[in-house]
């Protein structure tokens, strides 16, 4: 069983920055894709930012494209989300997540096996 701790939460302005880390550790790491998702009060969970381990393709959600970034560092364990430019709209549960099987898409939610227990980010106006 893979446990996925995730960090760097927290109270941010908008027009700030912030970083999310998140360490795997456990039985034999072992994964295909690493993703970031959120859940805001009253909304689904969405895929806001993910990365194949192996070869680095990735996928950001719309809502997120040219201001967050997504990076893993494959000696430490570690995936990583800097949000850059946050708006109050990014205020949610941020989760992180693995999918040890390889998968064509990197956005399904229902691919990924293994969650943190997520941080909270709040993004003030």
């Known amino acids: 069983q893979v446990q996925l701790e995730e960090s760097g939460g927290g109270l941010v302005q908008a027009g700030g920055s912030l970083r999310l880390s998140c360490t795997a550790s456990g039985r034999t790491f072992s994964a295909s894709t690493m993703g970031w998702f959120r859940q805001a009060p009253g909304k689904e969970r969405e895929c806001v930012a993910s990365i194949r381990w192996t070869n680095s393709r990735v996928y950001y959600a719309d809502s997120v494209k040219g201001r967050f970034a997504i990076s893993r560092d494959i000696a430490k364990n570690t995936v990583y989300l800097q949000m850059n430019s946050p708006k109050p709209e990014d205020t949610a549960v941020y989760y992180c997540?693995?999918?040890?099987?390889?998968?064509?898409?990197?956005?399904?939610?229902?691919?990924?096996?293994?969650w943190g227990q997520g941080t909270q980010v709040t993004v003030s106006s």
């Open positions: 997540a693995a999918n040890p099987f390889y998968k064509n898409r990197l956005d399904r939610s229902e691919d990924f096996t293994s």
